[in-house]
Each structure stands twice: as structure tokens, then as C-alpha cells.
């Protein structure tokens, strides 16, 4: 089964800017549906981007023109581009791989926005 590697994460001013990285261990090529999910204390899981197979996104209202999701299907690498932080941003930012049925997640990485 495919792993992810997460990195990237920590400590950041708001307006400042952050780049998640997600690894894999296998190939992404054929990867219906990558993202990003995130979790604040006390808050449900969000899903805040997605990129599907012919390459078209999907950001959370929340995000939207802060974040960039993209892949590097050479490198099997996903990134999370974060810029303009926010405090409210602060929480715990999960990576996954494929469809519900057969998801693989990241372990996650600690996203802190403050001053």
C-alpha cells in the first residue's frame, strides 16, 4: 500500500507563508482524487482542497485564493502552497491519497499562525 510523507509544517506570523509537501511512495499518476484535509482543536475534520486526475481543484471558501494545491507526478509529490495565513489557519493538516473507498492519509503536520 502506497505512504504518505508529510512535511513542511510549523510556526508562522499571520501574512506570512507557509509549503506543505506530501510524498508518496508509489506512483500518483493514477490517483483519482489528492488533498488536503485540516483539523482545529475542538473542530471536525475539513476537507480545504482537493486535485483531481485531469488536474482540475477544489478549495474551501476559506482558502480560496490564499491556498495552491498542486502535484509533481515525477516526484509522486503533492504541495499545499499556504500564503496569507491567518491565525484561524492554525490546525493540524492532513494529506490523502484516492477515492473514499481506498483513502490513504498523511500522519499529519501542525500548522501554528501567530504572533
Known amino acids: 500500500q502506497v505512504q504518505l510523507v508529510q512535511s513542511g509544517g510549523g510556526l508562522v506570523q499571520p501574512g506570512g507563508s507557509l509549503r506543505l509537501s506530501c510524498a508518496a511512495s508509489?506512483?500518483?499518476?493514477?490517483?483519482?482524487?489528492m488533498g488536503w484535509y485540516r483539523q482545529a482543536p475542538g473542530n471536525q475534520r475539513e476537507l480545504i482542497a482537493s486535485i483531481f486526475t485531469g488536474g482540475s481543484t477544489y478549495y474551501v471558501d476559506s482558502v480560496k485564493g490564499r491556498f495552491t494545491i498542486s502535484r509533481d507526478i515525477a516526484k509522486s509529490t503533492m504541495y499545499l502552497q499556504m500564503n496569507s495565513l491567518k491565525p484561524e489557519d492554525t490546525a493540524v493538516y492532513y494529506c490523502?491519497?484516492?477515492?473514499?473507498?481506498?483513502?490513504?492519509w498523511g500522519r499529519g503536520t501542525q500548522v501554528t499562525v501567530s504572533s
Open positions: 490523502f491519497l484516492g477515492a473514499v473507498a481506498s483513502r490513504v
Open positions: 508509489g506512483s500518483i499518476s493514477s490517483a483519482v482524487t
